[in-house]
């Protein structure tokens, strides 16, 4: 038997030198650095048996050839055959188990699920066997990346279901194919040239998706268009649903609530309506004509302008359960948004939606799952879990996660998403006691859901390399490692990134691993330290802006969040302010609540406190904030130092277009300190501690910068 010498293989560095736009993402398949990684994997890239016949097992099959074709660097085909057993590498489905495994996988194949599989190392062969072709093409990806990663083929012993059902991007796309919140480039789907023109691209996104376990998206914007809904765009969405079926895709679109009159010519969409029932019925018909295993529909409504059940004094149950009706006799679901609150702002903003969502806890039909954002208010570099989850026993709930770096400086700023994602998830709610994380909210476990779900506002756009910041490639691929395991690890899935993206050599992956793992928290630090919220610039978000007061919405305000004055900042959400901390389980109210043991990443989210009140540290919580800022500022010079190191390691394309966006980050990290210390300084009245770098400017200068044309609105 071959062993690889992994010593070996570290020697050598992978992909200098060539020219790469990062279109290829993690499926690099980078050639073998040397003749005995070659021949290590070699006979196993050369010689397979897929047994069966479908388009997705065609897709494998191409797969395992570009593979194969980009390991090997050649263009020799690998020898597919499709039957027998006699080749060293075998797929095929469990009932199609050659007698001989059958017996030696014994039980354990009963564990694979519908959609998961094992990828085994057995006698010298390698075997790749689900229930679904599915899984087959999920086990093919998870051989390639244990090969693109190096592994040993003897230790391969994968047995791996998702945890979750429904596991979908949500792309905030437009008709027009801008963006929402979108900052790299235009939407990819090209509804002009649909349905007669197919792109390479939308096969190639799908194969992304499907080599991370995805297996729905949302294609057009919550904020919907009713005409996505007609049959001339029907025609566009059948055209996508066409092409990522055999990748285990399926389409979903937004419904919007009014559609019934702006399409349908009614004159209300009172849900409780019934021309509006019947034509969501018809509609929804219609809608399957088309695409016979369309996913369902995802709705924003009573929100932010979006029409909904509350035009008709009706409950966001009655709402949902109007859809639900029309997709349930196709199998379809509706993942209805929980991101509801006022437009008059009668309360605090985080409690909206648990106070309208909680009272109809159990009445919605059993194809609704409610989509909650992370946080209470809107994707913030760092909130507190929502309060919904944990608190709907009754009501399936997805978790709904911002991929595309609204708050957190757009496409330039490096911020690996995962390990904020992972303190969400493994946060308890303590709701049936000790150890009710998020995680066993969403992935059902806790409540018995029989829907799960978990969505990702994607950050997909036509630049070339998919989402802008070539880092920000690993936050699609971390969301879909959540999706599937929502107990995954964060430094897990940056490791096997950098390897399949970057090379395998640890003098490059563990610092820029470090790199990455930090990276979320430097956000935190330079724009938001200690849970100060919502202190970006109106509307698009885009650098800082804790003066942000008046115009139409209290709510959409800087002032609003940091309540700051001489007398100190932050939001009080204890018993004595909005009691926002009351819709908690009680342990949090009591950890949460105190100032001695409240966790100081959430401190100024839930407590308005003096300036010179004393941090853990011993600073003041002014010098505290300043400190942070500071600290934030200095990671981000650090980081352009750990990424010159890297020089050698990386190919000359990515590895300027990374530094040119480390640089901006950097400047801009020294705009968000200055700006916001020149701001909170005027009511701290305070100096600016040791340590911390006086700003170029007065507050002035940073409140007249005005950038123009940001992209994303
Ligand atoms: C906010 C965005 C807005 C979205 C909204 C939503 O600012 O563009 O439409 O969320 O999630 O984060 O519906």
Redesign the pocket.
Known sequence: MKTLSISLIFLFITCTASANDGYKLWLQYFPFENQAVSDYYRDYLENINIVGASPTIDIIQRELEMAASGFLNSKVKPTFKHTGDSNICWIGKTDDLPKDLKSAFGQKVNEIEKEGYWLKYHLGRVIITANSDIGLLYGTFAFLRSIQSRGQLESLDELDNPKIERRILNH?DNLNRTV??GYAGFSIWNWHRLPRHIDQQYHDYARANASIGINGTSVTN??ANALILTPDYLSKVKALADVFRPYGIKVYLTARFSSPMEIGGLATADPLNPDVQQWWKEKTKEVYDYIPDFGGYLV?AD??GQPGPHNYGRTQAEGANLLADAVAPFGGIVMW?A?VYSEKTPDDRHKQAYNEFKPIDGKFRDNVIVQV?NGAI??QPREPFHPMFGAMPETPLMMEF?ITQ?YLGHDTHLAFLAPMYEEVLQTDTYVNGTGSTVSKVVDGTLHNYSLTAMAGVANIGTDRNWTGHHFHQANWFAFGKFAWNPNAKSEEIAEEWLKLTFTSDKTFTEPVKAMMLSSHEMVVNYMTPLDLHHIMARSH?YGPGPWVTGGSRDDWTATYYHKATEKGVGFDRTATGSNALGQYAPEIQKQWGNLNSVPEKYLLWFHHLPWNHKLSSGNTLWDGIALHYQKGVEETRQNLDTWKEQVDHVDEERYKHVLSFLKIQSEEAVWWRDACLLYFGQFSGMPLPDGVEKPAHDLDYYLKLNPKFVPGI
């Open positions: 905030w929402e919140r919550v904020n924003k929100s932010e948004r991101f954002k809107d994707f911002q609204e978000h």
